[in-house]
């Protein structure tokens, strides 16, 4: 039986195979509207899987910010050979009240 969450989300080799990655969204949403990211930046919460990094790859990213790692380390030897830079944020202390 599914539990609520695999209902919801669909959820096929630990993957939503019904939503689609942030940086996807990010590169379709810039497609559709024309504007050109070639040479940019790109600001993530974790680095990119590696599907996502190749669309990046391809869209003319030149530099990947991101806080902490994801799941693949196979983008930052590609990464290293594309010369896209890859930046991973030092991590921020919560502030006390």
């Not at 910010?65 to 991590?91: Q, S, T, V």
Request: proline content about 6%; aromatic content about 10%.
């Amino acid at each position: 039986m599914l539990s609520p969450f695999e209902i919801q989300f669909h959820m096929e080799g630990n993957h939503c195979v019904r939503t689609i990655h942030p940086e996807m969204n990010a590169i379709i949403q810039a497609a559709k509207h024309g504007i050109r990211i070639e040479g940019s930046d790109l600001y993530v919460t974790a680095s990119p899987c590696w599907i996502c990094f190749k669309m990046i790859a391809n869209a003319g990213v030149r530099r990947i910010i991101f806080g902490e790692f994801y799941n693949d380390d196979r983008i930052f030897e590609a990464a290293r050979e594309l010369d896209i830079e890859m930046l991973l944020l030092p991590p921020t202390q919560k502030q006390k009240p």
